[in-house]
């Protein structure tokens, strides 16, 4: 995508318009093979042998959850990288917007299952995080059509504090970092239920907007009139929020 020379990004060297954003042609001319990709495969890659690591010898060796907390660590890492990494040089694609949030949701999910099921945190954080998570990725996609709901500030307090609690729970802490990392999961999940409340609020309110420039569109078609001054106003601004 934009940003790239044509051979990194496996076009043919189309430039960018006016303004610094690419043309369709251009923006699908990205190589699968880019950096982001790599990492969101990575963190996939990942997912797996973090299971293996924390669940060896029991589950309960000090030594191997280190070494589960450091597949962890770096599965997070990623996930900060390849998203910045794409917006940034223009290496979106299609794979990427469907690889990356299911790595997000498999290396969490896989960590808060496997310390649910060893007795280190109840069920119902797991479910209760779990819901959020996926329940907010099927609404993305229910909106999508009419726009994007960005990212929030809010949204990546809680992606902080849930990567913080859940690394803190994959290593064997004992004493007052023990009861630290009780505290810091309650904040977790508070905002886990808080700004996925935020989302919803969101998509719904995107949702009547975008069937609402749809209906004017069509009517205005119907009628022969050209299009409504302002119908399609929630669109223009979901594209730059793309």
């Not at 790239?4 to 042609?25: E, I, N, Q």
């Not at 959850?65 to 450091?70: D, G, I, V």
């Not at 004493?175 to 935020?198: K, N």
């Amino acid at each position: 995508m934009t940003g790239v020379p044509a051979s990194a990004a496996g076009g043919s060297g189309a430039k960018p318009v006016r303004g610094g954003k690419l043309g369709t042609a251009a923006v699908n001319q990205a190589s699968l093979w880019n950096i982001a990709n790599l990492l969101t495969m990575l963190r996939l890659v990942l997912v797996p042998g973090f299971v293996l690591l924390l669940l060896h010898n029991g589950g309960y060796d000090p030594a191997w959850r280190s070494f589960a907390w450091a597949a962890f660590a770096v599965a997070m890492i990623t996930d900060l990288f390849d998203g910045h990494l794409a917006r940034t040089y223009n290496l979106v694609t299609d794979f990427g917007k469907i690889a990356d949030p299911i790595a997000d949701k498999a290396i969490m999910g896989a960590a808060l299952i496997c310390l649910s099921y060893l007795g280190d945190l109840p069920w119902w954080v797991t479910g209760v995080i779990l819901f959020r998570e996926i329940g907010i990725t099927l609404m993305r996609f229910w909106v999508i059509r009419h726009a994007v709901i960005p990212a929030s500030r809010g949204g990546k307090m809680k992606t902080l504090a849930q990567g913080t609690a859940v690394g803190m729970y994959v290593l064997a802490l004992t004493g007052p970092l023990a009861t630290l990392r009780f505290w810091v999961m309650a904040v977790a999940v508070v905002l886990t239920v808080v700004t996925g409340l935020d989302y919803v609020r969101q998509a719904v309110v995107l949702r009547r907007k975008g069937l609402a420039a749809e209906r004017a569109a069509a009517a205005a078609t119907a009628g022969g009139t050209g299009p409504v001054p302002g119908a399609t106003g929630s669109c223009d601004s979901a594209e730059a929020e793309r």
